[in-house]
């Protein structure tokens, strides 16, 4: 078989670019972990000492990480005063965890790809799933971290008023179950903007119910908010104004029978808010830089956590809406619309 040897070449190069692109993302997690990045921040041009002085960590290690930084784009070097800077446009992404556009959530994520490979092979050897709470504790963390900062951003101002008449619910006082709801960021945020209605979340993940409680109890929302644990299809409760389900149907082993739940759980004239991660319909349309993220992410967390529970559909984390709206559909519900999106969410409104 010919070869076209500069094909080769150029594909080599690529993989070496993604080998230091992979190098790059551990080094990025331990200037998170060590407060690297948040030293940086603000703080003009720095030489290895000062930032060593800055963060307690030993000045030799801190000249290798910041010109490996460098060396990646993530900084600045200049070579005058040999002094190393974080661009002001890179603080939101590397150091500041209150925008969207935050990347440190993922670093941790991703670390336990690594960390979690033996069952990974194990699982693609075998077929069998690996369950979420198998996981190593950093991808839980990360997770929170990953969607907080979207959530915080459009939960409230965009996705709830975007379907038709929840936010005046919400606003008079409405009863919500968050299903699938991990550490309880979003039943929070709902909570602390709708003080007149009431919430509980539920999870099957006993550790992050612990989580959601103690997150509750430090906002003093205890009296509005409980946190049970409980799956998508047994969660207890009728007659809920709205049910929600961010981010999770996919990881699910039955998400049609939690669909059915979920519509047996709502008030006659009641909402489901189903929050998913943006993806077309067809494969070909997801082969960008997103879906490289999340086609990876699907690989190693959402379809092992499916597989491991029963039935095992496996949507994935690139559902699509068509999928997505056949297992709706199949769960009971009549009426399914897409209310909005965001670059990394496909915002959904169920009715019975």
């Not at 709708?194 to 999870?203: C, K, L």
């Not at 929600?244 to 006659?268: C, T, W």
């Not at 997103?290 to 086609?295: A, D, I, T």
Request: aromatic letters at 10%.
């Amino acid at each position: 078989m010919a070869v076209d040897e500069a094909k080769v070449r150029a594909f080599g190069e690529k993989l070496f670019g993604d080998l230091g692109a992979a190098c790059s993302i551990v080094l990025a997690l331990t200037g998170d972990r060590l407060g690297l990045w948040k030293a940086l921040a603000g703080a003009g041009p720095l030489t290895p000492e000062e930032l060593a002085a800055r963060t307690a960590t030993a000045e030799r290690y801190v000249r290798e990480w910041l010109c490996a930084m460098a060396a990646a784009g993530y900084l600045r070097y200049d070579p005058d005063s040999a002094c190393f800077a974080l661009p002001d446009e890179h603080v939101p992404v590397l150091a500041d965890e209150s925008t969207p556009a935050t990347v440190l959530g993922f670093l941790q994520c991703v670390s336990t790809l690594f960390k979690d490979e033996p069952k990974l092979l194990e699982a693609f050897r075998t077929g069998k799933g690996v369950a979420w709470g198998d996981h190593h504790p950093d991808l839980f963390q990360g997770t929170e971290r990953v969607f907080r900062p979207s959530y915080e951003a459009h939960l409230v101002s965009e996705w709830i008023p975007a379907l038709d008449g929840v936010d005046a619910k919400l606003r008079a006082g409405a009863r919500v179950a968050d299903v699938a709801c991990g550490h309880g960021v979003t039943t929070l945020i709902m909570a602390e903007a709708y003080p007149r209605s009431t919430f509980v979340g539920f999870d099957f993940h006993a550790p992050s119910v612990e989580r959601a409680r103690h997150l509750a109890a430090t906002k003093g929302l205890e009296t509005r908010v409980r946190f049970e644990v409980a799956t998508a299809k047994t969660f207890p409760g009728t007659g809920y104004d709205v049910v929600s389900v961010f981010d999770s149907l996919h990881d699910m082993g039955d998400p049609v029978g939690a669909a059915a739940h979920v519509r047996q759980a709502l008030a006659p004239d009641g909402t489901w808010l189903l929050v998913e991660p943006f993806a077309h319909d067809r494969v070909e349309d997801n082969l960008n830089p997103l879906g490289r993220v999340f086609y990876a992410a699907s690989s190693f967390i959402c379809t092992p956590a499916s597989l491991a529970q029963e039935v095992g559909l496996g949507l994935g984390a690139q559902a699509g809406e068509s999928r997505l709206r056949d297992v709706v559909t199949q769960g009971g519900f009549t009426r399914f619309r897409r209310a909005t999106e965001t670059p990394f969410n496909l915002v959904f409104e169920a009715r019975p």
